[in-house]
């Protein structure tokens, strides 16, 4: 969870999902900030965190976020923390009773 500084109210999620262990060491990243709580900084700071730990820590080699081609946020921020865009999912996921397409974003241990 990703907490507002001074109230402590709970101003978001990130997820490690999905880990594959052996040769793969790979997992999903998830994350969202509720509204109101964007673009106030705390989820740049709490993703790097989690990048930084998911080598140190968990030892994984790869995290994969799946993103929406509309959400110019997250793909700004991941892109800003060093991920690369992969490729692209046709209605990868479904939201709203929707299937919704997805751009593969991925980072991976130097």
């Known amino acids: 969870m990703i907490y507002e500084l001074d109230s402590r109210?709970?101003?978001?999620?990130?997820?490690?999902?999905?880990?594959?262990?052996?040769?793969f060491q790979s997992a999903y990243l998830g994350f969202y900030m509720f509204k109101g709580y964007e673009r106030r900084g705390y989820m740049n700071w709490a993703l790097g965190e989690m990048v930084r730990r998911s080598w140190q820590d968990?030892?994984?080699?790869r995290?994969?976020?799946?993103?929406?081609?509309?959400?110019t946020a997250s793909i700004g921020l991941v892109s800003k923390l060093g991920f690369v865009k992969e490729g692209f999912s046709s209605?990868?996921?479904?939201?709203?009773?929707?299937w919704r397409d997805h751009?593969?974003?991925?980072?991976?241990?130097k």
């Open 58 to 61: 968990l030892k994984l080699h």
């Open 91 to 98: 209605r990868y996921l479904k939201i709203g009773a929707r």
């Open 63 to 71: 995290l994969e976020a799946n993103i929406q081609p509309g959400n």
């Open 103 to 109: 751009e593969r974003w991925a980072i991976v241990a």
């Open 9 to 23: 109210k709970i101003a978001g999620f990130i997820e490690i999902t999905n880990i594959v262990r052996g040769n």
